[in-house]
């Protein structure tokens, strides 16, 4: 498809296991982005990727949770032994965005929702 | 560092009812604004922009301002539709290493026939 793709849409797990989240941006985008969206909190940075320069994973809540973005394309965000505070839903985002410029037009996926339980 | 409040919701409104969401930022450097909008049952996307001081982003009604003395970029439409009803951000990119936006909690608007 011509938009951001998001897989699974829908996940359920128990607490403690591990969960993968995949985002598949929109061709030659060159910058995607992971956010995080919980009731009542808007939109939490979790990480970005532009190119081949190094991730800011400056939004990162902890170490259990990291991401990787193969060949410039497809990213999987990884949560490690899931927590109840970790049920959110997890919003990707590419952009056709450069270094030293920014149109500031992300172009979002519809979401995971991830339930710990 | 860089933020943005916007004012809570849900915000109710009757059909052609004049409409502001108000956003106030604060940032380091001379931030891009933007409202993004998320339909029920679809991702977000982006609304309106302004890139600098004093420029007015505008899209399918809806008009937002740049304001620095105030550091504000209030969402405002003259005549809201049902079709409005969605949940509304504001938020900010500061240029730089990442350029990534930062958000504000989301504002609910309900349009009632």
């Known amino acids: 498809g011509a938009g951001v793709s998001q897989s699974p849409s829908n996940k359920v797990t128990e607490k403690g296991k591990d969960v993968e989240l995949r985002c598949d941006p929109i061709?030659?985008?060159?910058?995607l982005y992971w956010y995080r969206q919980s009731l009542g909190q808007g939109l939490e940075f979790l990480i970005y990727?532009?190119?081949?320069?190094?991730?800011?994973k400056s939004g990162l809540p902890s170490d259990r949770f990291s991401a990787e973005r193969t060949g410039g394309s497809v990213s999987t965000l990884t949560i490690q032994r899931t927590q109840q505070e970790d049920s959110a839903v997890y919003l990707c985002?590419?952009?056709?965005?450069?270094?030293?410029?920014?149109?500031?037009?992300?172009?979002f996926g519809e979401g995971s929702r991830l339930t710990v339980l | 560092g860089n933020s943005v409040t916007q004012m809570e919701g849900p915000v109710t409104l009757s059909e052609e009812a004049f409409l502001t969401i108000n956003c106030t930022y604060t940032?380091?450097?001379?931030?891009?604004l933007f409202w993004y909008v998320q339909y029920p049952g679809e991702g977000l996307q982006l609304l309106l922009k302004?890139?600098?001081?004093?420029d007015k982003g505008s899209n399918k009604g809806f008009e937002a301002t740049y304001r620095k003395e105030t550091t504000s970029f209030h969402l405002e439409k003259g005549s809201v539709q049902v079709s409005d009803s969605a949940v509304y951000f504001c938020?900010?990119?500061?240029?730089?290493?990442?350029?990534?936006?930062?958000f504000g909690t989301g504002t609910l608007l309900a349009v009632q026939p």
């Open positions: 985002a590419s952009s056709l965005q450069g270094r030293d410029t920014n149109t500031g037009e992300l172009f």
């Open positions: 061709s030659g985008h060159t910058a």
């Open positions: 990727f532009q190119g081949n320069s190094a991730p800011d």
């Open positions: 940032a380091t450097g001379y931030p891009s």
């Open positions: 302004a890139t600098k001081a004093d």
């Open positions: 938020a900010l990119s500061v240029r730089g290493a990442t350029n990534k936006l930062i």
